[in-house]
């Protein structure tokens, strides 16, 4: 059975995090779950972004370890790309999307991911994490839109989306995003489970869907439209 996905809108490994992190751990259907923890797209800190977040699961229940590809030749290096076989848990840490996209793109490691999908494993990702996995990336800093890996193929991910008004986002969304896609503009320390068809609200915040003119929230314990 093909794993389950997790869209996490930021601040990953923290206070809140918890029960939604356990629903990641738990759609694994490994007990205790294998989290590997790959720290690429944060830059700054990939060390402590990675023991961080081998501390919060570790301390969740899980069997964590940390899987350090920082770089595009990381990426296909034979003893880090198997070292994803039997993982139940694959979790990108939070931080640059751009340097987690090309590392990631065409590469040994993510087809090793994939196949582990294929094999029940969940792949989840916070804020940069996340927005690589959909069919788009939005750039607003540095301008326009990539196309992602599409993973999650027709989704966009806005992470960090607490506290925005979904009326102004829709506006700027109607202006500028490519056409016929689903945004899901998703809060901190919360997320979306499962995968097309089949998404459920997990953690402390709401995920808010954009289509077109359309938008709506959708708090934490519901499911997303069956069409999303």
Same mark, same amino acid.
């Not at 923890?37 to 940390?66: C, E, M, R, Y």
């Not at 995920?207 to 003119?213: A, D, L």
């Given at each position: 059975?093909?794993?389950?996905?997790?869209?996490?809108?930021?601040?990953?490994?923290?206070?809140?995090?918890?029960?939604?992190?356990?629903e990641i751990m738990r759609a694994s259907g490994q007990s205790p779950a294998r989290?590997?923890?790959?720290?690429?797209?944060?830059?700054?800190?990939?060390?402590?972004?990675?023991?961080?977040?081998?501390?919060?699961?570790?301390?969740?229940?899980?069997?964590?370890?940390?899987?350090?590809?920082?770089?595009?030749?990381d990426a296909g290096d034979a003893a880090l790309v198997n070292a994803v076989a039997?993982?139940?848990?694959?979790?990108?840490?939070?931080?640059?999307?751009?340097?987690?996209?090309?590392?990631?793109?065409?590469?040994?490691?993510?087809?090793?991911?994939?196949? @582990?999908?294929?094999?029940?494993?969940?792949? &989840?990702?916070?804020? *940069? !994490?996340?927005?690589? =996995? %959909?069919?788009?990336? +939005?750039?607003?800093?540095?301008?326009?839109?990539?196309?992602?890996?599409?993973?999650?193929?027709?989704?966009?991910?806005?992470?960090?989306?607490?506290?925005?008004?979904? @009326?102004?986002?829709?506006?700027?969304?109607? &202006?500028?995003?490519? *056409? !016929?896609?689903?945004? =899901? %503009?998703?809060?901190? +320390?919360?997320?979306?489970?499962?995968g097309p068809g089949h998404w459920r609200v997990v953690g402390s915040g709401k995920?808010?869907?954009?289509?077109?003119?359309?938008?709506?929230?959708?708090?934490?314990?519901?499911?997303?439209? &069956?069409?999303?």
């Open positions: 059975m093909v794993g389950q996905i997790g869209l996490v809108g930021g601040e990953e490994f923290r206070q809140g995090c918890e029960e939604m992190d356990r989290v590997l923890i790959i720290p690429t797209a944060a830059v700054t800190g990939p060390a402590k972004a990675a023991n961080d977040g081998v501390t919060h699961f570790g301390g969740l229940g899980g069997d964590a370890s940390q899987l350090m590809v920082l770089e595009k030749s039997g993982a139940g848990v694959v979790y990108f840490t939070g931080g640059s999307p751009d340097h987690l996209l090309e590392t990631l793109r065409d590469s040994p490691l993510l087809a090793a991911i994939l196949s @582990a999908r294929e094999e029940g494993a969940v792949l &989840a990702g916070s804020s *940069a !994490g996340a927005m690589v =996995l %959909g069919s788009y990336m +939005r750039r607003p800093r540095a301008g326009g839109w990539v196309e992602a890996l599409g993973i999650v193929p027709g989704v966009v991910v806005l992470p960090h989306h607490e506290g925005r008004d979904p @009326a102004q986002v829709s506006k700027e969304l109607q &202006a500028e995003a490519p *056409a !016929g896609l689903t945004i =899901l %503009g998703v809060d901190a +320390r919360t997320g979306t489970l499962g995920v808010t869907v954009y289509r077109g003119s359309d938008w709506a929230v959708y708090p934490s314990g519901e499911s997303l439209p &069956a069409d999303v």
